[in-house]
C-alpha cells in the first residue's frame, strides 16, 4: 500500500481525465511492483553466491564483495532513473 500511495502522487502520474488516471496509475504500479519483485529474487540467489565467493577467497578485503556489487547495482538503477523523463 506504500508503494501504491506514493504512485498515486501528482509527480509521477498527471491528474487530468479521471479514466486516464486509472489506467496510468495501474500500468505504472504494475511495473514498480514487476521490478521489485524481480530486483527481490534476483538479490535472494546472488547475495549468498558473493557472500560464498568472498569467504572462499580467505581474504578479509574480499568481505566486501556483495556490498561493492550492491553499490553498482544500486548506481547502474540510479543512473536508470534519473534517466527518465515523465511525458507533460
Not at 479514466?19 to 519483485?37: C, E, I, Y
Not at 577467497?57 to 536508470?80: D, I, R
Request: glycine share 14%.
Amino acid at each position: 500500500m506504500f508503494t501504491f500511495g506514493l504512485l498515486k502522487s501528482g509527480h509521477v502520474v498527471k491528474q487530468g481525465s479521471k479514466d486516464g488516471d486509472a489506467d496510468a496509475t495501474g500500468v505504472v504500479f504494475s511495473v514498480v511492483m514487476l521490478v521489485r519483485t524481480v530486483g527481490t529474487l534476483l538479490g535472494a540467489m546472488v547475495m549468498p553466491v558473493l557472500w560464498v565467493q568472498a569467504l572462499k577467497t580467505g581474504k578479509e578485503e574480499n568481505l566486501g564483495l556483495p556490498w561493492c556489487v550492491s553499490g553498482v547495482v544500486y548506481g547502474v538503477a540510479s543512473l536508470v532513473l534519473f534517466g527518465m523523463r515523465v511525458p507533460g
